[in-house]
């Protein structure tokens, strides 16, 4: 079965940190370009960064520039996502996607984009 598996959310206090994963199964990650997204209740899913296959150029949207940390380990076919200084508006479900197709913020937010793969998502909730 062709997937994207993502762990690592659950509760953190403000100014703590988490580790997201994102793990394909079935298929190989080192062609794809892989953009993490979030949605808050009640929001608009955000394009909050990604890494491109080629090069492992990065991009990250301004909300999260400085806290944020995307990486990927090809060899373990799983992409990371490094939270950090996390504050309560970075509350929402994290999903990983897979493209084929080049990816940068601005692709992210379009409102119809549609990846090669979506993941199930994983809360991340940031309260004290």
């Known amino acids: 079965q062709l997937q994207l598996v993502e762990s690592g959310g659950g509760l953190v206090q403000p100014g703590g940190s988490l580790r997201l994963s994102c793990a394909a199964s079935?298929?190989?990650?080192?062609?794809?370009?892989i953009g993490w997204f979030r949605q808050a209740p009640g929001k608009e899913r955000e394009g909050v960064s990604c890494i491109s296959s080629s090069d492992g150029s990065t991009y990250y949207a301004d909300s999260v520039k400085g806290r944020f940390t995307i990486s990927r380990d090809n060899a373990k076919n799983t992409v990371y996502l490094q939270m950090n200084s996390l504050k309560p508006e970075d509350t929402a479900v994290y999903y990983c996607?897979?493209?084929?197709?080049?990816?940068?913020?601005?692709?992210?937010?379009?409102?119809?984009?549609?990846?090669?793969?979506w993941g199930q998502g994983t809360q991340v909730t940031v309260s004290s």
């Open positions: 079935g298929f190989t990650l080192d062609y794809y370009a």
């Open positions: 996607a897979a493209d084929l197709r080049y990816l940068d913020i601005a692709t992210m937010s379009v409102a119809n984009y549609a990846p090669d793969y």
